[in-house]
């Protein structure tokens, strides 16, 4: 098995960014809440070294979280950072006070002393930048710690215990403005815990492959494909597991992009020889959406249609054994909430959930451990085109929350054209790998023109650019004016229906990347 980096989460925003860090240097990492943490669970984990998260608790607090004395006594390294540095030191015998000073952002560290951590990139006399976001901080260490950097606000910004391998930062070496972080951490999961690094793509695939195998046995798996990035990879690799064991079902909702239909059935039947099912219920799925104006109303019928068509095809099929899914890392890790209570419903998303249930299948996920960049890579390894491995997000329900208000083909037809038209002069002008997503919608509204010597009385077509690196924030991209003119003179022209074009500057929050 490859060397293992175990992340122990007290509840940091980017704790994720860790295990981003760690898997890019090439160590697979896993991230568990501090409160599922054993003698037991560790050793079945069976890690090379230990990484103890921020979070937002203060390690003077009573009922602070802590991590087991275990994690202190099995003879590996840890590092902590930020609350993680904190609780070695509180658990361990130092002392952390709350701070006068606080530190948020950007600041600098002075290296006082040689330390694994900043081989290759950090010398003694150093000033360096990092980025820091704390009140507390250590006052007086533990036994056999000694300080290797400090900061304006933070006495012991980088202590280390060389003979133990514990070593604790103030700051944060995962986020980006922490300009040699990934080098930090590469130090020490390589330099101080001696891992290999030779975590890749194309081992896991093959692991992945070998334990699907072993999963399926002769049994037969059902996959849903969307066309997107995960439920293609997901696909393509069960393919190649287990060949014609498997069968896709592509369910036509009749609300995807212009010509998409055609490329997703072409390129698994034709080109992959992947048995698929494509069911065209275009109809019925606008049927039932023609009178429906309502966001909430929209999901949840086209969630429930698309099950109900699922099961029927899977079941004219002689049914499965077992459902692959493309659940993505970000959505199975359990991270530490202190907020508490369920969060509020602001969309309901869609997917098959529910189905293994009703069907009486097991659950396959292969990408659960992934996160989107690292899926992109594994459909590079298993050969996709870059064209679908390149995906911008597209959500389930499609053209149906990009049309508010009632839903006729007509509509779906225009919105098609003036799409296409956005997209292809997007990619023409080389922003579409910059974007998240980039889409067109059709508005409910008609406005009066003129076109010719005619007065026009057509729809308005609103578009929609924006960036972010997980879709859970945005802000919207900053086209120049050329840009927009020519899409808009394209759209008016080229789509009959449209004669206004409108763009979206609304961030998010508060705004959600869809309007619906
Ligand atoms: P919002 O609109 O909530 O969207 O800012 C965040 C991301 O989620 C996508 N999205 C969906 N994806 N099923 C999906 O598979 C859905 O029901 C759904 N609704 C929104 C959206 O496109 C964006 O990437």
Request: some cysteine; glycine content about 10%; aromatic content about 8%.
């Amino acid at each position: 098995m490859a060397d293992r980096i175990l992340i122990i989460d007290f509840g940091s925003q980017v704790t994720q960014l860790i295990a981003r860090r760690v898997r890019e240097s090439g160590v697979y990492s896993e991230i568990h809440p501090f409160n599922s943490i054993t003698e037991e669970s560790i050793r079945a984990f069976d890690p090379k070294a230990i990484i103890l998260s921020g979070g937002p608790s203060s390690a003077t607090e009573e009922d602070a979280p802590m991590a087991p004395m275990a994690v202190y006594e099995m003879g590996l390294p840890v590092l902590g950072i930020c609350y993680g540095q904190q609780i070695i030191v509180e658990q361990l015998g130092g002392k952390v006070h709350p701070s006068d000073h606080k530190e948020f952002g950007r600041a600098m560290v002075d290296v006082t002393e040689d330390c694994a951590l900043f081989h290759g990139c950090w010398d003694v006399g150093d000033r360096e930048q990092v980025w820091m976001s704390h009140g507390d901080r250590a006052e007086s260490l533990p036994d056999g710690f000694r300080v290797v950097g400090v900061s304006e606000n933070a006495p012991f910004a980088a202590i280390a215990n060389d003979d133990k391998k514990f070593y604790g930062v103030q700051f944060h070496p995962e986020v980006v403005h922490t300009p040699h972080g990934a080098k930090l951490l590469e130090n020490f999961t390589h330099g101080v815990a001696g891992c290999s690094g030779d975590w890749t793509m194309a081992a896991f695939k093959d692991q992945e492959i070998a334990k699907i195998r072993a999963q399926v046995g002769d049994g037969k798996v059902i996959c849903g494909l969307s066309g997107g990035v995960d439920s293609s990879v997901v696909a393509v690799l069960l393919h190649e597991a287990i060949g014609d064991q498997l069968l896709c079902v592509f369910v036509d909702t009749g609300m995807m992009r212009k010509d998409e239909p055609e490329e997703v059935v072409g390129l698994f039947r034709d080109h992959y020889n992947i048995p698929l099912i494509h069911r065209d219920a275009a109809d019925l799925f606008i049927d039932k959406l023609e009178d429906v104006s309502d966001p909430e109303q929209k999901r949840k019928i086209i969630g429930a249609t698309f099950i109900d068509v699922f099961e029927e095809e899977a079941s004219k099929a002689g049914g499965a054994d077992f459902l692959a899914q493309g659940t993505l890392y970000p959505d199975v890790i359990e991270s530490v909430s202190f907020l508490g209570g369920p969060s509020v419903t602001i969309k309901s998303h869609h997917n098959v959930g529910g189905l293994p249930e009703r069907m009486n299948m097991d659950l396959i996920e292969p990408l659960r451990e992934l996160f989107k960049d690292e899926v992109r890579d594994l459909g590079r390894e298993l050969g996709l085109p870059n064209r679908f491995v390149g995906r911008q997000p597209f959500p389930g329900p499609g053209l149906a929350i990009r049309l508010p208000g009632g839903i006729t083909r007509e509509k779906i037809d225009i919105l098609q054209k003036a799409d296409a038209i956005y997209l292809e002069e997007i990619r023409t002008a080389g922003h579409y790998d910059a974007i998240w997503q980039a889409f067109a919608l059709l508005l409910p509204v008609q406005t009066v023109g003129v076109m010719g010597d005619a007065r026009t009385y057509d729809f308005v077509c609103a578009l929609r650019a924006v960036t972010s690196t997980d879709g859970m924030t945005a802000d919207f991209f900053h086209f120049d004016m050329e840009f927009l003119g020519r899409v808009t003179n394209r759209i008016i022209n080229e789509v009959r229906g449209i004669n206004r074009v409108v763009y979206d500057t609304t961030s998010k929050p508060p705004g959600t990347i869809e309007w619906e």
